[in-house]
T-cell receptor, first 113, second 114 residues
C-alpha cells in the first residue's frame, strides 16, 4: 500500500538557518503530495501541495518539488523564524482515493534565537 | 466564518464506557474523515464518509463507530472494545468535485483514559 517516510525529529535550528525536511513516498500511480503544518494543540493546516511530477509547491517561504524519479518531496526554507516552530507532516493522496491522505510520522521543528 | 468544529477539546473515558466525539462543518463539504494521532506515529485514518448515510473503514476502524445522518455532522464513538483509546483525534473534511482538494482540519479532541 501507499506509505510516506519522513526524517525523524526533533530538528533544532537557529533563527535564519536553512531548513530541509526529507520526505519520500511509495505509491502506485501518480499521487498528489502535500505538506501540512501543526502548531501546538491545533489541527493541521495545508502548507503547500504539488499534483504532478516536477511541480513546485510554495507558501510562506517554504518550497517543495515533486520528484518522481526519486519519489521525494523534500521541504525547504531558506531562512527559518522562531514562529516556524511546529510539527510538519508530509502526505500523499492517491488518485481516485476520495482525498484520503496517507501521512508520514511528522517532523518536529524547533527554531531558537 | 466557515470551518470545522470539534468538541469537546478534552475528554476522559472510564473503563467500559463508550464516548462520542463531535465534528461539525459548515463548509458544505461532501467528505469527512476521522484520524487518530499518536506520538511518533503520525496520523492514521479511522473512518471516512463521502456521502450522507454512507461511510467506509479506514486503516484502524476496530473499536470505533461512526454515523453520517447529516452532511454537516460526522460523530465518532470510541467504544469499550477500543483497548488503547488515549490519543489526539482529528476530524477533517474536503470537497469532492473531481479535483484533488486540501483537507480542512478541526482543532482536535484529546481523549484520555481515567
Amino acid at each position: 500500500g501507499d506509505s510516506v517516510t519522513q526524517m525523524e525529529g526533533p530538528v533544532t535550528l537557529s533563527e535564519e538557518a536553512f531548513l530541509t525536511i526529507n520526505c519520500t513516498y511509495t505509491a502506485t500511480g501518480y499521487p498528489s503530495l502535500f505538506w501540512y503544518v501543526q502548531y501546538p494543540g491545533e489541527g493541521l493546516q495545508l502548507l503547500l501541495k504539488a499534483t504532478k511530477a516536477d511541480d513546485k509547491g510554495s507558501n510562506k517561504g517554504f518550497e517543495a518539488t515533486y520528484r518522481k524519479e526519486t519519489t521525494s518531496f523534500h521541504l525547504e526554507k531558506g531562512s527559518v523564524q522562531v514562529s516556524d516552530s511546529a510539527v510538519y507532516f508530509c502526505a500523499l493522496s492517491d488518485q481516485g482515493g476520495g482525498n484520503k491522505l496517507t501521512f508520514g510520522t511528522g517532523t518536529q521543528l524547533k527554531v531558537e534565537l | 466564518d466557515g470551518g470545522i468544529t470539534q468538541s469537546p477539546k478534552y475528554l476522559f473515558r472510564k473503563e467500559g464506557q463508550n464516548v462520542t466525539l463531535s465534528c461539525e462543518q459548515n463548509l458544505n463539504h461532501d467528505a469527512m474523515y476521522w484520524y487518530r494521532q499518536d506520538p511518533g506515529q503520525g496520523l492514521r485514518l479511522i473512518y471516512y464518509s463521502q456521502i450522507v448515510n454512507d461511510f467506509q473503514k479506514g486503516d484502524i476502524a476496530e473499536g470505533y463507530s461512526v454515523s453520517r445522518e447529516k452532511k454537516e455532522s460526522f460523530p465518532l464513538t470510541v467504544t469499550s472494545a477500543q483497548k488503547n483509546p488515549t490519543a489526539f483525534y482529528l476530524c477533517a473534511s474536503s470537497s469532492l468535485d473531481g479535483r484533488i482538494e486540501k483537507l480542512f482540519f478541526g482543532s482536535g479532541t484529546q481523549l484520555s483514559v481515567l
